[in-house]
């Protein structure tokens, strides 16, 4: 126990220095970095508060106030998540109604504010007898709100900003690893939480459990300190040596050979004209394999395969937008001669890349 205590107590050090890393880092935005820098320095608060519980010292009077003040922090790093995500994809500053966010770790505050307010002498023979929660209000239900909450921001972050049109293939490929490395975090804080909850996991152990939460928080800093580089044009492919393309074969010199190739073929065959068009039958169109054509377009478009078809046949759909009084076509007519399945998804992808509605777009034109 001796030796995970210091172990630990090595990681609050680490996050103590990494924290002070985000704040000076001079390469990317400087409101993105703070932001970082706030999110591991509340976590190794976190980290010294475990730590300082499974020692024992957390039972002494020298720091018997360090009891419930992970509680509030639990409800931060969502929001912080969230703001930092929508900063780096918007660049949108701090809004007053971003207060909002906080009122959960308000609320903590307020539900605990009755054993924070205790001096030390008060404090220390509750926590020894173990009897914090019988001085405040904490309803039972309290801590599953918490978990719930954590799983929230995951999801709510990815999905408000994933289809953003400033987020291509690479920022949204960086995108679902920094929020997956999020909701790894929330996932085995809400497993701890139910383990210990149904007497699966004696509480004394769960430093097994902050074994995981700490790699999946120290992922969270390195795809901050990349975030510049992927937002900038680097792949997540030249970052990260596991993904896939790392070791595929193709050279520069014959990637950027067969991007014009690619653009040859989607020029003069129009494939795209096909609504049953998959990556197979480009790849075959071009002479390549199914990995290589991805790679071409990913690398070079900074789009998915989809997003690459679908951007040319919102291109033709435009040009028949604009002789809507010459071809008189509907708007389902349009979409499954510019090769869409369906009405939705045409409207879907011509909003995605024009942020206005095939209807509007042709009103404009029509007004022009």
Known sequence: MDFIILLFLCFVFLGGVLSLLFLLKKKGDRMANALLALYTFLFSTELLNNALRWSGAIKTETFVHFNLVNFPLWTIYGPLLY???RRVV???GFHWKDLFFLAPAFLIVGTLLPFYEMN???KLPIVLEGKEFQFVPWPWYGIWLVVALLFFYA???YFRFWQNKKVGYREN????WFVGSYFGFAFMFGLYIFLV?????????DYFVD????FFIAQLAFFGFVQPEVFEGKAIEKILPFVKYRKTGLSDALSLEMKKKLLRVMETEKPYFNNELRLDDLSRLMNLSRNHTSQIINEHFNLSFFDFINKYRVMEAKN???KNDENKLNMTQIAYDVGFNNRASFYKAFKKFTEVNPTAYRERANAS
């Open 83 to 85: 703001i930092y995500v």
């Open 90 to 92: 918007t660049l949108k």
């Open 120 to 122: 030390a002498a008060q």
């Open 155 to 157: 999801f709510f972050t």
């Open 173 to 176: 490929q960086w995108m679902k």
């Open 197 to 205: 909850w149904f007497g699966l996991l004696d509480p004394k152990y």
């Open 211 to 214: 074994v995981v939460i700490v």
């Open 320 to 322: 028949l937008l604009m």
